[in-house]
């Protein structure tokens, strides 16, 4: 099975500041790895998909990140906080199902809450 | 186009009784999947129904159950509640391709255990 580490579960940043969210992850077949945003009481948002193309990939908000399969990871960044950023992140890996037939299930992170600071 | 809706939102059970929560799916999607999120923990895949059978279950036991409808939506019921089962339960549709399946979430229901 596919995991997936998240380094910090807690980032703050003052507004303006680069954002960099850390994620590793374990696949025994190559991945496809989603970053959600969650804001309080509500549920997840994608932000961007990496499905094997560039390795760049580019998603809504500002937000960016980088496909390393070198180094297994998948790094979210945003050139320049903003306060409606401040959420928990989550980095996902697409497992595949014994079932196959291109099904597949999210296997999650834990989670890191990025905090803006004026 | 009609995004992915949950009900109830919230809900309060006492241990040993048992809760269904209903998902519909956004529409065009043949695949629902239910996902747990403990406080302060990531989603846990539950299982996933595609064409209204399960097609593929996470580590939960079999008070965990569900349903898919000829319609796509969906039911998550538990049997027996217990403390532990306190959480956010989130449903996410999607339609099978062949490389992968982007799941779309709905807003959860926060189901309490006392």
């Known amino acids: 099975a596919q995991s997936v580490t998240q380094l910090g579960s807690h980032v703050s940043v003052s507004e303006g500041a680069l954002v960099l969210l850390r994620c590793n992850y374990s696949s025994s077949v190559p991945p496809y790895l989603f970053w959600y945003v969650q804001y309080p009481n509500q549920g997840l948002q994608l932000l961007l998909k990496?499905?094997?193309?560039?390795?760049l990939v580019k998603g809504i908000n500002g937000f960016e990140a980088e496909f390393k399969k070198s180094e297994t990871s998948f790094h979210l960044t945003k050139p320049s906080a903003h306060m409606s950023d401040a959420a928990e992140y989550f980095c996902?890996?697409?497992?595949?199902?014994?079932?196959?037939?291109?099904?597949?299930?999210?296997?999650f992170g834990k989670g890191t809450k990025l905090s803006v600071i004026p | 186009e009609t995004g992915v809706t949950q009900s109830p939102t919230h809900l309060i059970k006492t241990r040993g009784q048992q809760v269904t929560l209903r998902c519909s799916s956004q529409?065009?999607?043949?695949?629902v999947s239910w996902y747990q999120q403990a406080l302060g923990q990531g989603p846990q895949f539950i299982f996933q129904?595609?064409?209204?059978?399960?097609?593929g279950r996470g580590n939960f036991p079999p008070r965990f159950s569900g349903l898919q409808f000829p319609n796509y939506s969906s039911e998550l019921n538990v049997n027996a509640l217990e403390l532990d089962d306190s959480a956010l339960y989130l449903c996410?549709?999607?339609?099978?391709?062949?490389?992968?399946?982007?799941?779309?979430f709905g807003p959860g229901t926060r189901l309490t255990v006392l």
């Open positions: 529409s065009g999607h043949n695949t």
């Open positions: 990496y499905t094997s193309a560039a390795t």
């Open positions: 996410a549709s999607s339609l099978v391709r062949g490389s992968y399946n982007e799941q779309f």
């Open positions: 129904y595609y064409r209204e059978e399960e097609n």
């Open positions: 996902a890996v697409s497992d595949p199902l014994a079932s196959g037939a291109g099904s597949y299930q999210l296997t």
